[in-house]
């Protein structure tokens, strides 16, 4: 028997052994489960954990509607109910007028008893007449409700003929309301007059009588600025306003001067350039802890030069349409990048006449209220190339005090960027000097995106050798090697690159061996890898090790939790009135 046949079949038999093993630590695991479980029932659980997981459960976007398992958690057992049916808090959380059967919509808002409710209106699709409708049985039941209502969110289509009739049943006080959500969709025409009316609802929305409304959102449409709903919010967010009913930035600023307890801000394309000749009033908002704005740099510029506000912990600003001639960068900039805290990680992106530079708390990627800088700038056409440098060293240069402990860099560099690409690699390798792990995003084919191995060439030469450094004429300065500190790196792109080999091998050479290099999902090329292996500790193909063998896929158990068959209007615990 030869070598490579006994080689073979000792593979054959360790793959058979590990997946025996894997197999009989599932068994057991799952062994040891049922005999756990039937020790200590979740029935021992205190009620207020109990009820805390169910709620979490429940509230997972990917559920999808709430309402059916929450009946079906209420039908497992007499304690499960029991608890369930005594806890009308979790009912009233789940009003979707469009996803609940009017027998079973009915019951949901019996259960939820005094809780104030969360509504969601979506408009509703008529099969007979093809077209979708402001009505329903659920809307209307919803809506005689109001005074219970504590969120409301109405998602729906300015250009069907289902906002007039919602407007009407807003002329009646909803004294529980605290927070609101609007948002039109449709209607491109940005100059067209003929909705007016629902672009810019009236002041005596709700009669004037809402609870302290905490949370306002406004996307496509405005509340008109009289209306004292606005005086309590602790959060707003308005997005997509048309020109025809777009406030001023000196009116926005007014609306804002009567909000001392804001502490939540997102404006996107919310305000047009106020083009009065006096003075404007700055405003100072105390509380303010996060602030987004986005939209054409002239309406940001002159909104954010004069508001002031304490130390953020979540700024983004997005730029459309800079002109470095008109607005100075600097000043946009420098008061947020002061309040911001030395970040770990961060994101920078260089496009076409475009760049965008992130970064989020360690370790919480998704988490919405994680404190987060977010700067992204996208430039006119006609700016010319010699002005895109100032941009990038007036960024860096702020975020550089910020920058000196970051240990984790992504970075996506476009082939048709235009950036100049020895001022970018210099300003980036001497800002982010202390990463450890490098992640190249954003390149289908590595090899033909020619600013990633230009990068590769550039930190593959010591500083001094740089062809503009100041100490490139001194032959006795250290040769100082770029990105000292870094360990791991990333690869997006399916492609070969000849130039990551030279950075490899420079590194090793230099005693800085790389440890580990991870390629994405779907990167096939042996030769490639083998080489890369001779260089680096780990070499990873994400879902699947390079090192490895790859074993069989092991069955997977069904992971149903529930059973989606039942039809609300079958069931028979519609008719189950005292619940």
Not at 216 to 232: E, G, N, Q, V
Not at 235 to 256: K, M, T, Y
Not at 334 to 339: A, E, G, P, V
Request: net charge neutral.
């Amino acid at each position: 028997m030869s070598a490579s046949e006994t080689q073979r079949i000792n593979s054959s038999n360790l793959q058979q052994n590990l997946l025996q093993e894997t197999n009989h630590a599932y068994e057991m695991a799952s062994m040891l489960g049922r005999q756990y479980n039937a020790l200590l029932p979740i029935s021992i659980l205190p009620l207020e954990l109990f009820l805390k997981i169910i709620r979490d459960v429940i509230s997972c976007p990917s559920f999808g509607y709430p309402s059916n398992y929450l009946r079906y958690v209420s039908q497992v057992c007499h304690h499960w109910r029991k608890a369930v049916l005594g806890a009308p808090l979790l009912w009233s959380q789940l009003i979707d007028c469009n996803n609940i059967h009017p027998k079973w919509f009915r019951v949901v808002l019996r259960r939820a008893r005094s809780s104030p409710l969360r509504v969601t209106i979506r408009p509703l699709w008529d099969e007979m007449e093809g077209e979708s409708k402001f009505a329903g049985p659920n809307v209307h039941l919803a809506l005689r409700n109001l005074e219970r209502v504590g969120g409301l969110d109405i998602l729906c289509s300015v250009e069907e003929d289902i906002v007039r009739p919602m407007i009407n049943h807003f002329q009646q006080p909803a004294p529980s309301l605290q927070c609101l959500t609007l948002s039109l969709s449709g209607c491109n025409d940005e100059d067209n007059d003929t909705n007016r009316d629902i672009q810019c609802l009236p002041a005596n929305i709700f009669r004037g009588v809402t609870a302290p409304l905490r949370r306002l959102t406004l996307s496509r449409c405005l509340i008109d600025f009289k209306a004292p709903l606005y005086r309590h919010l602790t959060s707003l967010s308005i997005s997509q306003i048309f020109r025809v009913v777009a406030p001023s930035v000196s009116d926005f600023l007014h609306l804002l001067r009567n909000m001392p307890d804001l502490t939540s801000l997102a404006l996107t394309s919310a305000f047009s350039l106020s083009t009065i000749t006096g003075r404007i009033e700055d405003v100072h908002l105390p509380r303010l802890s996060s602030l987004k704005i986005s939209g054409m740099s002239a309406e940001c510029s002159q909104f954010l030069s004069h508001l002031h506000y304490p130390a953020l912990s979540r700024f983004e600003l997005h730029l459309r349409g800079f002109d470095p001639g008109e607005t100075e960068f600097a000043s946009l900039i420098k008061h947020q990048l002061s309040t911001i805290e030395p970040f770990l990680s961060c994101t920078v992106r260089m496009l076409d006449k475009y760049f965008e530079f992130s970064t989020r708390r360690h370790g919480i990627e998704d988490e919405t209220e994680s404190p987060l800088l977010c700067i992204s700038c996208s430039m006119l056409s006609s700016v010319s190339p010699t002005h895109t440098p100032r941009i990038l060293l007036s960024l860096v240069a702020y975020i550089a005090p910020r920058a000196c402990h970051c240990e984790r860099l992504a970075l996506t560099l476009d082939r048709n960027a235009g950036w100049p690409a020895e001022t970018t690699f210099k300003c980036l390798t001497r800002t982010f000097s202390s990463v450890k792990r490098l992640d190249i995003m954003g390149t289908k084919r590595m090899q033909s995106c020619q600013p990633v191995d230009d990068f590769f060439r550039y930190i593959s030469t010591p500083e001094s050798e740089q062809p503009h450094d100041a100490t490139s004429r001194d032959s006795t300065a250290p040769k100082r090697v770029l990105l000292p500190n870094l360990q791991n790196l990333y690869m997006n792109g399916h492609g070969t690159s000849g130039a990551l080999i030279s950075f490899l091998e420079y590194r090793r050479n230099c005693g800085l061996a790389i440890e580990t290099i991870e390629f994405r999902k779907g990167f096939e090329d042996p030769s490639f890898i083998q080489s890369i292996k001779s260089l680096c500790i780990s070499v990873t193909i994400l879902g699947r090790d390079a090192n490895a063998v790859v074993a069989p896929n092991l069955q997977q158990g069904s992971t149903a939790f529930f059973s989606y068959g039942a039809e609300e209007a079958d069931d028979p615990e519609l008719d189950y009135i005292a619940g």
